[in-house]
């Protein structure tokens, strides 16, 4: 039942505990001036629900495009980008359509007559061009810019696409100093940052500049806010405070009101990671 743990773009729509929306509140005053922001946590804090509820606050102002790279073998920035715009197609179209209502360049007019497909082999087979491209078009459309968010780039320090993955946050990094209004938010576990840290040192001092930590634990008013969110009381909320439950879990307790649907049935005087 882990599938029950995971956050989705509906759940996220809400983000409970004043510990979680004071990461969100940092984020979003640091949009302006980091043009890379790394969101550390340890599994199950919540970053992939905070990024997608960052994503679609953001949405009223950048093309915002979500990325969930945890399960693609290929993380270079051609396939990266490619699964983004599939993706994220209803946003790329919304910006398309905005679009054809401007006066744009040249080359602007004939990117914005490309289909998806054409768009999707674009940015696979010419990542950096495709990119200039997009982020050009939403400032021309009157938006502030363009944001990308890849959420577990990398699983784990010993995830053998870690290195495409690096390559790709290097590209990315190198390409904006000539893109002022592209943005690129990334969720990382902790040993992955260190791996970054040992091996590639020019890169975590970037990195280091724009780190936002996720709260390591559940403070009682984070809690108190989700019981009663969740009209959660009683025995059972005894018995989460008694463990010490990612937030991820204890949102899946109070959904589900059921220890064994999320995997924690017996665990109560135990740390859970």
């Known amino acids: 039942m882990q599938s029950k743990l995971l956050a ?8 409970l505990g004043p510990s979680w929306r ?3 509140d940092k984020v979003m ?39 969930d790279a945890a399960q693609l073998i290929d993380k270079r920035l051609g396939q990266l980008l490619s699964v983004a715009v599939k993706d994220n197609e209803d946003f790329i179209k919304g910006v ?15 990117f914005i007559k490309l289909s998806i497909n054409d768009l999707m082999a674009a940015s696979l087979n010419y990542p950096v061009d495709f990119l200039t491209m997009l982020h050009d078009l939403t400032l021309a459309v009157g938006l502030r810019g363009l944001v990308i968010i890849i959420d577990e780039g990398a699983l784990s320090q010993d995830d053998q696409s870690i290195g495409g993955f690096i390559t790709a946050v290097h590209t990315l990094r190198n390409t904006m100093p000539r893109l002022s209004g592209l943005r690129v938010i990334l969720t990382m576990l902790p040993d992955v940052v260190d791996y970054i840290a040992k091996n590639d040192p020019p890169l975590f001092e970037i990195l280091n500049m724009g780190v936002i930590n996720m709260p390591d634990y559940v403070t009682e008013e984070d809690l108190m806010e989700v019981a009663d969110a969740y009209g959660l009381n009683g025995e059972l909320l005894g018995l989460i405070k008694a463990s010490n439950l990612s937030m991820r879990q204890i949102i899946c307790v109070a959904e589900l009101k059921d220890l064994q649907k999320c995997g924690l049935q017996g665990e109560v005087e135990v740390t859970i990671t």
């Open 22 to 24: 004071a990461v969100k």
């Open 96 to 110: 398309l359509r905005v679009a054809k209502s401007k006066r744009l360049s040249n080359a602007l007019s004939r």
């Open 29 to 67: 005053g640091m949009i302006n001036d980091y043009q890379l922001m790394a969101l550390v946590g340890r599994a199950g804090s919540g970053k992939t629900h905070m990024v997608l509820n960052l994503c679609s606050e953001l949405r009223r102002e950048w093309l915002c495009m979500y990325l």
């Open 8 to 15: 989705t773009p509906e759940r996220a729509n809400i983000l």
